[in-house]
């Protein structure tokens, strides 16, 4: 019999994280309670933080809609848990630990878990990774927490290294992050693809530029680690093509509205982004060169490829894997010249069939044999 899982990430929904990924094809066999996001920071005096460590503080922990309202899984509790965000004090610790004891264990007790293992992807959940009757502990690292920005790095690092000494199982989903954790407690899990969702044809979406001229296109996360000289000089140099961003914009990428040929979208939801991304002319991975990047396995590099339209990045280790789909560059004229060629492109079957074995669904039937041999 398998057993069920305590899953502490962040708040589900939105766009689906690998965590997300995973944890909802192991619910088809097992049941699972998620934890929605703990916090990886202490909140600041921003009008945005006060309100999140707000909701944080006064949160019910019982699902807040029905599990179809809220397309859950059957077997799937969500709780959404009253607690301090990343105390750096050990008399904060014990604090907040306590709290989310008192709130998760009657949970716990009601969905009837059997033998449970605790996930988390969170490292400011080792606190109370041996208070919830958990007899193993899973921990998910899908970032380099010490590079990542928005966390408080000194905390997180602090947490991270107790969680790799509990841990009866690492999860890394990158190389260059395996090599951080011990070798014989450490499984390399690379990011998926829900690759039907992606090669199957979806209808071209009715907010996507339409006139005849390329578009180059990228969706996810607007922030930091984007090269924005590169994308501005490329946009000014390229006035006939469009260039498509979706997702939240942080205030740097709120400046590459001021080109006529920019559309800045917003998030749109994930089911969608075949109607995008299969119908513009170069999907774009424009990342900086920083120890975050260096860490990643971004999801939108496969989901980019299942589409088997051009895809152009800058160079980091996960794409190594794929440089002979995808073209890599390292200035401006060769991203100019890249998407040249990108627009005379039709679509490339071989790059699909290079991720089409790389399904969440495979990377969760591996994972589901390492957890069952905990």
Same mark, same amino acid.
């Given at each position: 019999?398998?057993?069920?899982?305590?899953?502490?990430?962040?708040?589900?929904?939105?766009?689906?994280?690998?965590?997300?990924?995973?944890?909802?094809?192991?619910?088809?066999?097992?049941?699972?309670?998620?934890?929605?996001?703990?916090?990886?920071?202490?909140?600041?005096?921003?009008?945005?933080?006060?309100?999140?460590?707000?909701?944080?503080?006064?949160?019910?922990?019982?699902?807040?809609?029905?599990?179809?309202? %809220?397309? +859950?899984?059957?077997?799937?509790?969500?709780?959404?848990?009253?607690?301090? !965000? &990343?105390? $750096? @004090? *050990?008399?904060?610790?014990?604090?907040?630990?306590?709290?989310?004891?008192?709130?998760?264990?009657?949970?716990?007790?009601?969905?009837?878990?059997?033998?449970?293992?605790?996930?988390?992807?969170?490292?400011?959940?080792?606190?109370?990774?041996?208070?919830?009757?958990?007899?193993?502990?899973?921990?998910?690292?899908?970032?380099?927490?010490?590079?990542?920005?928005?966390?408080?790095?000194?905390?997180?690092?602090?947490?991270?290294?107790?969680?790799?000494?509990? %841990?009866? +199982?690492?999860?890394?989903?990158?190389?260059?992050?395996?090599?951080?954790? !011990? &070798?014989? $407690? @450490? *499984?390399?899990?690379?990011?998926?693809?829900?690759?039907?969702?992606?090669?199957?044809?979806?209808?071209?979406?009715?907010?996507?530029?339409?006139?005849?001229?390329?578009?180059?296109?990228?969706?996810?996360?607007?922030?930091?680690?984007?090269?924005?000289?590169?994308?501005?000089?490329?946009?000014?140099?390229?006035?006939?093509?469009?260039?498509?961003?979706?997702?939240?914009?942080?205030?740097?990428?709120?400046?590459?509205?001021?080109?006529?040929?920019?559309?800045?979208?917003?998030?749109?939801?994930?089911?969608?982004?075949?109607?995008?991304?299969?119908?513009?002319?170069?999907?774009?991975?424009?990342?900086?060169?920083?120890?975050?990047?260096?860490?990643?396995?971004?999801?939108?590099?496969?989901?980019?490829?299942?589409?088997?339209?051009?895809?152009?990045?800058?160079?980091?280790?996960?794409?190594?894997?794929?440089?002979?789909?995808?073209?890599?560059?390292?200035?401006?004229?060769?991203?100019?010249?890249?998407?040249?060629?990108?627009?005379?492109?039709?679509?490339?079957?071989?790059?699909?069939?290079?991720?089409?074995?790389?399904?969440?669904?495979?990377?969760?039937?591996?994972?589901?044999?390492?957890?069952?041999?905990?």
């Amino acid at each position: 019999m398998s057993r069920d899982l305590i899953v502490f990430g962040e708040d589900w929904g939105g766009l689906p994280s690998s965590t997300q990924h995973l944890i909802r094809r192991l619910s088809e066999q097992r049941k699972v309670v998620w934890v929605n996001s703990i916090g990886l920071r202490r909140p600041t005096l921003t009008m945005n933080d006060v309100r999140r460590a707000w909701r944080k503080l006064t949160a019910k922990s019982v699902p807040t809609a029905a599990k179809s309202e %809220a397309n +859950l899984p059957a077997n799937f509790t969500l709780v959404n848990p009253s607690t301090l !965000p &990343a105390p $750096r @004090t *050990r008399f904060g610790r014990n604090i907040a630990s306590s709290m989310l004891m008192n709130q998760l264990l009657p949970i716990i007790e009601k969905a009837n878990l059997h033998n449970p293992i605790l996930w988390t992807s969170l490292p400011t959940a080792v606190d109370i990774s041996d208070k919830l009757g958990a007899s193993s502990v899973v921990y998910y690292c899908g970032d380099d927490f010490s590079k990542l920005a928005g966390v408080d790095h000194d905390t997180v690092a602090e947490r991270e290294t107790e969680l790799v000494n509990k %841990a009866d +199982l690492i999860l890394a989903a990158s190389e260059t992050l395996y090599t951080r954790f !011990p &070798a014989m $407690r @450490t *499984r390399l899990l690379p990011h998926g693809v829900d690759y039907s969702l992606f090669s199957t044809p979806a209808p071209r979406a009715k907010d996507l530029p339409n006139d005849g001229k390329p578009i180059a296109g990228f969706y996810g996360s607007l922030s930091e680690w984007l090269d924005y000289p590169m994308l501005h000089s490329t946009i000014e140099a390229l006035p006939d093509w469009h260039f498509v961003f979706i997702g939240h914009a942080c205030d740097e990428a709120k400046t590459l509205a001021k080109h006529d040929n920019v559309t800045l979208m917003g998030p749109r939801p994930h089911h969608e982004l075949p109607g995008y991304s299969q119908h513009w002319s170069a999907s774009l991975l424009p990342f900086t060169d920083n120890g975050q990047i260096q860490a990643c396995n971004p999801l939108k590099l496969r989901e980019y490829l299942a589409t088997g339209r051009p895809v152009i990045s800058t160079p980091f280790p996960a794409v190594s894997e794929y440089r002979g789909y995808v073209s890599i560059v390292n200035n401006v004229d060769e991203m100019i010249s890249a998407l040249e060629r990108a627009g005379q492109k039709q679509n490339n079957s071989h790059q699909q069939a290079a991720v089409s074995p790389h399904t969440w669904d495979a990377r969760a039937e591996k994972l589901a044999d390492w957890l069952d041999a905990l």
